[in-house]
């Protein structure tokens, strides 16, 4: 008999096999020798006092032996399958083309930028050369944003599909059994490339196609059906159904809807900066230790946090919302920038989560009126443009000495105090940074709502508040500032019959999981349309004939 029971215990104790044998035997009032064995289901950190516990959900084998659990993908051959065009080969795309398969269709990905291997080494080109490629770097490439920025694995989405299910689909191509029992999993950015190499092949050997190198640069359009797409090296796709998944930072893809008058739509979004730490203090300020030098329990993993304020805006006469965003403990500051004359930041973190910074968004709402009242000539492309200018001021500011990647910095207090750093400590940012007067950089209403709620800090989170903390210009990428709307009821774009936007770019999502799982519902509501039925429980494919739509000419 299995029996689920959920404990709180000491950090040593939950490490221990034999321990949690113990305390299941008490829990469950029976002798300690009819445990076969005990398997962790769900686990978190308690560390709200010194007293840091752990809480853990059990499967507690009475009198009986588990069986090996293992999960694989659920393989079929739909080589000569019915196929479905995807742009993009994001979480949202390479998520959707594996339910596709499963669904007996052809999944046919094309992706602008490269596979996960040699976009590394254009990453390396951007760190240290300080040179962009438009189409290969952390933004674009096989696996999109989260694949060199982390891999953090949780979400909030769990109403909108199968979070158990994506998860379990990660650890069949390779990730540790572990993210299906943290709280808040992470793969890290060390081991995701390889997980995402392993879901390519799963797609290959499956008879779907992936297209690298091959960017999309219009829809072919009849009578507001779409029939395939052109790409940049003058290839025709054409397809009855585009899946859309192209993610927050394909810019050109929201001007070409624009352009082509495909309804688009702008989009709250948030702004700021990135700030870093050193880790041992945000160890000493989580876990309650004396002092920063402090080394922290074997069995503690380096602390995170997350915070939220909200600020009043005088000048607009509104509320704002300040919070940390994508908190990289043990991480490293990375240059985002999709395009040359930028400057973007985001964080990652390896699996270990080793390094000794720690680093956060820390951002700023911005509502549609925000941008709409100084931008409103670029229509949906507002945010865009409000971005745009931020990136770029950013470059102009912290280009000095030909290091065209350096990011402008200001250490926490001083940009407070609207005071130019003298000096900056370490960073994990490689390409270099600049001391610069990021208050003046950002528009005053930012600037002011940050000031604001790093002022409230030095209050709550007194340790956070320190000029040993050094912020880094800018972080504009948080979430996609347009929204390409779709049906509730179909997921197909509201007039481009055949059109499904998807995932975190379309406006739908906003992280790996989540992205994943809109993926996989789109491509659900693809199957329902081309079947015409219903999805069934038992998920049978569509009986079609070999495809005769595919052009490559």
């Known amino acids: ?74 393989s079929r051959d739909v080589s000569s399958a ?34 996960v291997q040699a976009r590394r080494r254009d990453i390396a080109t951007l760190t240290r050369q300080h040179s962009v490629n438009s189409d290969s770097n952390y933004c674009f490439g096989e696996g999109g944003a989260g694949t060199y920025s982390d891999g953090k694995l949780y979400t909030r989405s769990t109403k909108r599909g199968n979070v158990r299910k994506i998860l379990e689909t990660f650890v069949a191509h390779g990730a540790s059994e572990d993210i299906l029992i943290e709280a808040h999993p992470h793969i890290g950015t060390n081991k995701l490339p390889s997980i995402i190499a392993q879901i390519r092949q799963s797609i290959l050997q499956s008879g779907g196609e992936i297209h690298f190198n091959t960017r999309v640069t219009d829809l072919l359009l009849r009578n507001n059906r779409i029939e395939g797409v052109h790409t940049a090296t003058e290839q025709e796709f054409l397809a009855q159904y585009v ?25 709250p979004f948030a702004v700021g900066l990135r700030v870093e730490h050193p880790q041992s203090l945000i160890d000493a300020m989580q876990y309650h230790m004396p002092t920063a030098g402090t080394a922290r329990h074997a069995l503690l993993p380096p602390a995170a946090y997350r915070w939220a304020e909200q600020v009043y805006d005088s000048h607009s006469g509104k509320w704002r919302g300040v919070f940390s965003f994508c908190m990289c403990p043990g991480g490293i500051i990375a240059p985002c920038a999709t395009a040359p004359q930028q400057i973007v930041t985001n964080g990652w973190s390896p699996s270990k989560r080793n390094n000794p910074y720690a680093n956060s968004g820390v951002v700023v709402t911005i509502d549609i009126d925000d941008v709409l009242s100084t931008y409103a000539e670029h229509g949906a492309l507002a945010g865009v443009r409000f971005q745009q200018e931020l990136e770029y001021a950013a470059w102009q500011a912290g280009s000095v000495y030909g290091l065209m990647q350096a990011a402008p910095a200001q250490r926490m207090v001083d940009f407070v105090c609207g ?40 209050y709550t989170m007194k340790p956070y508040f320190t000029n040993d903390a050094v912020l880094h210009g800018v972080e504009t990428r948080t979430s996609s500032p347009v929204r390409i709307p779709r049906r509730s009821d179909t997921l197909e774009h509201i007039h481009v019959r055949g059109l499904y936007p998807c995932g975190e770019g379309a406006g739908y999502a906003g992280g790996i999981i989540s992205a994943a799982i ?31 739509r595919t052009s490559h000419s």
């Open 243 to 267: 899946l859309l998944a192209t993610g927050h930072s394909a810019r050109d893809i929201f001007e070409l809807l624009q352009q082509r008058r495909i309804a688009i739509e702008p989009k």
């Open 82 to 115: 019915e196929h479905v065009l995807i742009i993009g080969a994001g979480p949202a795309g390479l998520f959707a083309a594996l339910r596709f398969i499963e669904l007996g269709i052809k999944p046919i990905i094309l992706e602008r930028g490269k596979d």
């Open 1 to 74: 008999m299995i029996h689920t029971i959920t404990l709180n215990l000491p950090l040593e104790d939950e490490a221990s096999d034999s321990m949690l044998r113990t305390y299941s035997a008490h829990a469950l009032g029976i002798p300690r020798e009819r445990i076969y064995a005990v398997k962790k289901r769900r686990r978190s950190l308690d560390a709200r006092s010194q007293n840091i516990t752990v809480h853990v959900r059990l499967d507690v084998y009475v009198d009986t032996t588990p069986t090996h659990e293992e999960y694989y993908f659920h």
């Open 419 to 458: 005071k130019l750093s003298d000096s900056l400590p370490q960073t994990s940012y490689t390409p270099g940074i600049t001391s610069a007067p990021l208050h003046d950089i950002l528009p005053s209403p930012i600037a002011h709502a940050l000031q604001q709620a790093f002022t409230r800090l030095s």
């Open 518 to 548: 809109d993926g996989q519902r789109c491509a659900e509501a693809i199957y329902q349309a081309l079947c015409g039925k219903a999805l069934e429980k038992q998920e049978l494919s569509c009986n079609f004939a070999p495809s005769t």
